[in-house]
Structures are given as C-alpha cells and as structure tokens.
C-alpha cells in the first residue's frame, strides 16, 4: 500500500471506490431511458460517476456527481441495443470496475390515422364561371 496525497481526517485514500452495483433501465421509451445504480459500499469515497456508452463507437455519455446514482440518456434510436457501463471515480481518481446496464428501446411505431372508404368515385367539380346551363350542378338542369 502507497500513500497519497489525499486524505480526509488523516487517513490516506489509497483504495479504488467501490464499484456502483444493481444497475437498473427504467422509464424505457424509444428515444430516451433512465438509468440508476446502487452506490457501492467501502473504498475511496465517490468523486462522480462516468457513465461510457460501449457500443462501438464507445463514447462517454455523461457524468453524475458522486451525490446522484442516476443519469438521464437522451436521443437514443429507437429499436436499439443499449450498454452502458458506469465507472465510480474516487476523490482521488482511481476507478472503480465497472457495472454493465444493457436494455433495449423499443421501436417507434407511427400508425396513419383512419379515413373511411370513400361511398363511391366522384369526380371533381368542372370549372364552371361564370355558371352556365349543362356545367357543374346545373348540368342537365334545364337552365
């Protein structure tokens, strides 16, 4: 064991935190998810949280203070294959392991909305200006 520069009350921080555990995928829509964990318990205490989405290209999604097991994942596709591995960093930078969180969105169905059969084939009005007798609905009329 070294020692490191960081301490709180004279006791050096010389341990990885704790890894985050029980990850959870909640309030799943097609473009959107939340995801939360369960701080993990001993270690270093907790800085924040990185949350890496690792599907290729892998990128870091966002970050979440040490204080807030949860982070907001927005503008996902729909129908889409999510992992996402959350990494604890502690006061004094080392990283935890990660925890794996996988879901799935669900696809985005658009549903055209409901015209009734039409009775029967009319054909649009002619042209009838200034109305004269045998156009339009005077056809036939007489006048």
């Known amino acids: 064991m070294t ?5 709180c009350y004279n006791q050096p921080f010389d341990d990885r935190p ?19 964990w369960t701080p993990g318990i001993g270690g270093t205490p907790v800085a924040y949280y990185e949350i890496w989405q690792a599907i290729s290209p892998g990128y870091v999604a966002g970050t979440s203070d040490g204080n807030t097991p ?3 994942l927005e503008n996902l596709a729909p129908g ?3 992992f996402y591995l959350i990494t604890a960093f502690g006061i004094n930078g080392q990283a935890s ?6 879901f799935i969105t669900p696809q985005l169905f658009y549903t055209q909305p409901y015209y009734p059969p039409r009775p029967r084939y009319c054909p649009p009005p002619q042209n009838c ?11 036939n009329s007489g006048w």
Do not use: Q
């Open 3 to 7: 020692n490191s520069t960081i301490s």
């Open 18 to 36: 704790a890894p985050p555990t029980n990850g959870l995928a909640s309030n799943i829509t097609p473009t959107s998810a939340l995801i939360s």
């Open 70 to 72: 949860w982070f907001g």
């Open 80 to 82: 889409s294959v999510n």
């Open 97 to 102: 392991n990660p925890l794996n969180i996988f």
């Open 129 to 139: 200006y200034p109305p004269h007798p045998n156009c339009g609905p005077y056809k």
